[in-house]
T-cell receptor, first 114, second 114 residues
Framework: GENVEQHPSTLSVQEGDSAVIKCTYS??????FPWYKQELGKGPQLIID?????GEKKDQRIAVTLNKTAKHFSLHITETQPEDSAVYFCAASKEDSGYSTLTFGKGTMLLVSP | DTAVSQTPKYLVTQMGNDKSIKCEQN?????MYWYKQDSKKFLKIMFSYNNKELIINETVPNRFSPKSPDKAHLNLHINSLELGDSAVYFC?????????????FGPGTRLLVL
């Protein structure tokens, strides 16, 4: 089955700095890579996703890159703000017999200090 | 206006008891999931239902029995609760089981088994 590794497990940055979270996946057939943000006491919420036919996607301060050859993808957050503090999960998915499941990384706790 | 709702939010119970968690989505989605998040924040899929039919069961003990009375509801019944069942349980839904679309998560049910 799919295995997703995520690094680092914790990341502390100063407000205004950039933050980068990296993930690798094992199944070359995976073709959908979402990123979820989980705030304290809440459920995960999708912040950005990328499909295997695209190498990069950007949404305001958030960007995701995908390297299919190396089987890794990364989340980049620029100009971090205290409200970016949360746990971030990467995930990988592929369609299998008409259904798909998300395999999550173990999460990165991002702390942005004012 | 809550998209995916779960009840109860907190559940404290004794070992050996039987308990249920309810989930409802008002997004008109066909596919619903149950995830377990352990104390280390690791998110793992337990079950997936598409149009009231079970499509994924990730080697979950048969003490856990999901039930989908209609495609907007997916409840989770747990028999003979064990200490290791303590976790946060998340319900999620998506519009297309195989379409690799966004999964929308509920707020979670925090289960503590004493």
């Amino acid at each position: 089955g799919e295995n997703v590794e995520q690094h680092p497990s914790t990341l502390s940055v100063q407000e205004g700095d950039s933050a980068v979270i990296k993930c690798t996946y094992s199944d070359s057939a995976s073709n959908y890579f979402p990123w979820y943000k989980q705030e304290l006491g809440k459920g995960p919420q999708l912040i950005i996703d990328i499909r295997s036919n695209v190498g990069e996607k950007k949404d305001q301060r958030i960007a995701v890159t995908l390297n299919k050859t190396a089987k890794h993808f990364s989340l980049h957050i620029t100009e971090t703000q205290p409200e970016d503090s949360a746990v971030y999960f990467c995930a990988a998915s592929k369609e299998d017999s008409g259904y798909s499941t998300l395999t999550f990384g173990k999460g990165t706790m991002l702390l942005v200090s004012p | 206006d809550t998209a995916v709702s779960q009840t109860p939010k907190y559940l404290v119970t004794q070992m050996g008891n039987d308990k249920s968690i309810k989930c409802e989505q008002n997004l008109g989605h066909d596919t619903m999931y149950w995830y377990k998040q352990d104390s280390k924040k690791f998110l793992k899929i337990m079950f997936s239902y598409n149009n009231k039919e079970l499509i994924i069961n990730e080697t979950v003990p048969n003490r856990f029995s999901p039930k989908s009375p209609d495609k907007a509801h997916l409840n989770l019944h747990i028999n003979s609760l064990e200490l290791g069942d303590s976790a946060v349980y998340f319900c999620a839904s998506t519009s297309n089981a195989g379409g690799l679309e966004t999964q929308y998560f509920g707020p979670g049910t925090r289960l503590l088994v004493l």
